[in-house]
């Protein structure tokens, strides 16, 4: 009925967890394609060309990496990656090769629709606005005018350093995304990441967080997941 449904491919060998997540998304208006294991997700994605991929890690015949890196030598279509690993190593990887989230079995049906619309709202949010002259990012009582390159937290200029700046517009630019250590250097530093550079944006970071007021424990705008990366939320 409903055209602009979003098309969702999901990737799962599980019977039971395939089920339960294709009648979750389909009772949220969502189409799911389904696959089984890596040759036919690569089949469904080059004939369907989904709007999300939701990809479990461990299928039969290769890893769900592999169709990850697939998808990303191609374009930029949201993949959320679902595993039973819970390894921190695992989700930096993952993260690094482009995927846009992160979800640990076993997950709530709560959990998994809030990432799923996150994903789909922040792809469609870089298609259609890009870096438009005069675009503004706002979430809460923050603000971010580009054009001026200033911060704004309830009307008052929060005073960034040049680099803190580039570190909040970019999180700003990847809203809800969880970004790795790496991710963050490369994009700021336009350096390698190594033990130095992440204590150097560990420092930056601790600056930006103290001069938007948060305190530890506190709901802020940037969260931080120790030993993975800094996300800020939308
Ligand atoms: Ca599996």
Redesign the pocket.
Known sequence: MNKNKYKILLV???GNILNFVTALLEANDYQVITAKNYEMAKTMYASHIPDLVIL?L??PDKDGSTLLGDIRTKDLTPVIVLSARSEEREKVKMLDMGANDYITKPFGSEELLARVRTALRNSRHSASEGHLPGRKFTVGELVIDYDARQVYIAGEVIKLTQTEYNIVAFLSENCGKMMTYAAIIKAVWREHPDDASIKKLQVNMANIRKKFGAYPGEVSYIANELGVGYRMNS
């Open positions: 799962e060998d599980e479990d461990g299928l």
